[in-house]
């Protein structure tokens, strides 16, 4: 079946626009042009992604971001942020509230297409062979089912961040750069791409502090971040 991506957007040319593109790549579409149909068709629909645009007339995309990761059955559901904001720190409020990427205004369809795919990847949970789960500290993930335990607990992480820390978990450690991570997670880059990763470790970083996890992450001035064992 074609993975379902929901385009929302208060401007209709725009949700015509990026659902055109997506559909003629092989998505289906659904599409919204307030928070709460949002919200609505997130929860009946279960898409396999949101394209979210910030400035919604109804509820902020920010809002709508932090109700869907609070919902333990929508909390994995990937987003991609779309919106005319351009300053950094509007960029990096968005993926600290768990957006896994963030496009602004005027953009290319194509571009977005691609970021969708590179999402999608990210958060497939299929491989074509068995991968063996991994473990450090208290920390457990299981690639294949695309879960992760801390300290016997589930941890809800968005489809970056298990991404992240799958690699982390790859080799405890090692200190991985900036350019490593993007080459082994997103698979592409743009400018701020390396502001963008250093938000997802910071989002990654403070959920395994706030459990005993055993792991903490590490800062490598003038190289990158490692995982180290605490335990």
Do not use: C
């Given at each position: 079946m074609p993975q379902r991506i929901?385009?929302?957007d208060d401007d209709r040319q ?126 457990w993930l299981d690639p294949d ?87």
């Amino acid at each position: 079946m074609p993975q379902r991506i929901l385009v929302v957007d208060d401007d209709r040319q725009i949700t015509r626009l990026v659902g055109a593109y997506l559909e003629r790549a092989g998505f289906q579409t659904l599409t919204a042009h307030d928070g709460a149909t949002a919200l609505r068709l997130a929860r009946s629909e279960r898409p396999d992604l949101m394209v979210l645009d910030l400035m919604l007339p109804d509820v902020d995309g920010a809002d709508l971001t932090r109700t869907i990761r609070a919902d333990p059955h929508l909390a994995a559901l990937p987003i991609i942020m779309l919106t005319a904001r351009v300053e950094d720190a509007d960029k990096i409020v968005g993926l600290e509230l768990g957006a896994d990427d963030y496009i602004t205004k005027p953009f290319n369809p194509r571009e977005v297409v691609a970021r969708v795919r590179a999402v999608l990847r990210r958060a497939s949970s299929g491989t074509p062979q068995p991968a063996a789960a991994l473990e450090a500290g208290r920390v457990w993930l299981d690639p294949d089912r695309h879960e992760v335990q801390a300290a016997g607990q589930p941890l809800t992480l968005t489809p970056t961040e298990f991404h992240l820390l799958r690699i982390f978990l790859s080799q405890p450690g090692h200190a991985f750069t900036r350019r490593e991570l993007i080459e082994a997670g997103p698979g592409y880059e743009y400018e701020g791409m390396e502001r963008t990763i250093d938000s997802h470790i910071k989002n990654l970083r403070r959920k395994l502090e706030a459990v005993d996890a055993g792991v903490r992450i590490e800062t490598v001035y003038g190289v990158g971040y490692r995982l180290k064992v605490i335990v």
